[in-house]
């Protein structure tokens, strides 16, 4: 499937929104004032977003619960529910734009919506475009028993089961290391 620059901008977006939620109480929330969430806006460069609030805050809160539900669906009917509310709460408008140099793409956030509401809509259409392209699973929680961190599976025969943080994408190395070693052995 074709994943333009903008998709590939909103999927690292919603997969880094998604993995700020612990899955235990034992661990911080990655997003837990105002300056964090300013962070989260630069860092991947969310467009036209104004002045951000405490009610901002509690919104992208909400909107990340419900990302992380479609990374957890058990299958693409489940995933289409989701992501038809997400966007359909968020009222998109979608329009085509050729900003900062990027060829023709089309953006979905209505003119002036909060930064809940935008990531709700472009983050929700790259999401609802691995579910027409018949690719639901690739958006996966990593199987490791203590992360289940949320990612987007890119690689080609969709065999990718970790997520790439340092101590999951170390445990892929050493599988793939010993299945060579036997492979040669044997
Ligand atoms: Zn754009
Ligand atoms: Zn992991």
């Known amino acids: 499937m074709l994943i333009t620059h903008d998709t590939r901008c909103a999927l690292d977006a919603v997969v880094d929104l998604v993995n700020t939620a612990p899955?235990?109480?034992?661990?911080?929330?990655?997003l837990p004032n105002l300056a964090a969430l300013t962070d989260f806006v630069r860092k991947h460069?969310?467009?036209?977003?104004?002045?951000l609030s405490e009610f901002d805050l509690s919104?992208?809160?909400?909107?990340?619960g419900r990302f992380a539900k479609v990374f957890a669906a058990p299958d693409a009917r489940a995933?289409?529910?989701?992501?038809n509310e997400l966007v359909?709460?968020?009222?998109?408008?979608?329009?085509?734009t050729d900003h900062d140099g990027y060829d023709w793409h089309v953006h979905?956030?209505?003119p002036g919506a909060s930064i809940a509401d935008h990531?709700?809509?472009d983050c929700g259409m790259a999401l609802a475009f691995f579910v027409v392209a018949g690719e639901q699973e690739r958006l996966r929680r990593c199987e490791a028993p203590d992360c289940r961190r949320a990612f987007v599976d890119l690689s080609r025969n969709r065999s990718r089961r970790y997520c790439d943080s340092r101590t999951c994408g170390n445990r892929l190395?050493?599988?793939a290391y010993r299945a060579r070693r036997k492979e040669a052995a044997g």
């Not at 899955?23 to 990655?30: H, K, R």
């Not at 460069?45 to 002045?51: A, C, T």
């Not at 919104?59 to 990340?64: D, F, G, S, Y």
């Open 23 to 30: 899955e235990d109480d034992a661990v911080p929330d990655g």
């Open 45 to 51: 460069e969310i467009s036209d977003v104004g002045v």
């Open 59 to 64: 919104a992208v809160r909400k909107v990340r």
């Open 79 to 83: 995933a289409a529910g989701l992501i």
């Open 88 to 96: 359909a709460a968020a009222g998109t408008t979608p329009r085509l």
């Open 108 to 110: 979905y956030f209505a």
């Open 119 to 121: 990531l709700a809509a």
């Open 173 to 175: 190395h050493v599988a």
